[in-house]
T-cell receptor, first 116, second 115 residues
Framework: DQQVKQNSPSLSVQEGRISILNCDYTNSMFDYFLWYKKYPAEGPTFLISISSIKDKNEDGRFTVFLNKSAKHLSLHIVPSQPGDSAVYFCAASHMYSGGGADGLTFGKGTHLIIQP | EAGVAQSPRYKIIEKRQSVAFWCNPISGHATLYWYQQILGQGPKLLIQFQNNGVVDDSQLPKDRFSAERLKGVDSTLKIQPAKLEDSAVYLC?????????????FGEGSRLTVL
């Protein structure tokens, strides 16, 4: 039972254009969402996150949008650069009111390829 | 600041043999995680420690996998006996307790091949 789904295994985008990566989740307890980026032979690195109390979070070229009613989030990268070529994982968690969180539940990842 | 250290980076064993992986988290990080990433899949949580106590090990196959975090710092993950389906990258991650909501810092991983 996949609680976090990334339905596109790969995505090819031209350099300079917008990359949009999508993620859906099924567990209503999730209230914190993150995107991680992974290069080959390296561990995932944190990219951007969003709390369920927000619908948008922006950090430079990266913006994450959350639609709670649809249980859907997306990562927008604009403009896309060659160094953005990597696997992107969507992840979700439930935060405790007193601090701390459950371990992250990850999707299968989307391999983003930026074409020159 | 030193990142999460893991060793060995690569290990090849035959089925039914045993293997152990070591992790040293970022200094001061109270929470430590072990994830298993099978090729083509996302990382799957095996076990979560808070200091030296287990918070969640619901997805750890306890008949063959064990993990400990003595003294609340380093951690080891052991597989005995290994099966073919255990071939994967084992990722260790750490985070501040209650800290920047959910952000985990990952090591480079230990790639296990079971023949």
């Amino acid at each position: 039972d996949q609680q976090v789904k990334q339905n596109s295994p790969s995505l090819s985008v031209q350099e300079g254009r917008i990359s949009i990566l999508n993620c859906d989740y099924t567990n209503s307890m999730f209230d914190y969402f993150l995107w991680y980026k992974k290069y080959p032979a390296e561990g995932p690195t944190f990219l951007i996150s969003i709390s369920s109390i927000k619908d948008k979070n922006e950090d430079g070229r990266f913006t994450v949008f959350l639609n709670k009613s649809a249980k859907h989030l997306s990562l927008h990268i604009v403009p896309s650069q060659p160094g953005d070529s990597a696997v992107y994982f969507c992840a979700a968690s439930h935060m405790y009111s007193g601090g701390g969180a459950d371990g992250l539940t990850f999707g299968k990842g989307t391999h983003l390829i930026i074409q020159p | 600041e030193a990142g999460v250290a893991q060793s060995p980076r690569y290990k090849i064993i035959e089925k039914r043999q045993s293997v152990a992986f070591w992790c040293n988290p970022i200094s001061g990080h109270a929470t430590l995680y072990w994830y298993q990433q099978i090729l083509g899949q996302g990382p799957k949580l095996l076990i979560q420690f808070q200091n030296n106590g287990v918070v969640d090990d619901s997805q750890l196959p306890k008949d063959r996998f064990s993990a400990e975090r003595l003294k609340g710092v380093d951690s080891t993950l052991k597989i005995q006996p290994a099966k073919l389906e255990d071939s994967a990258v084992y990722l260790c991650a750490s985070s501040l307790a209650g800290g920047q909501a959910g952000e985990l810092f990952f090591g480079e991983g230990s790639r296990l091949t079971v023949l």
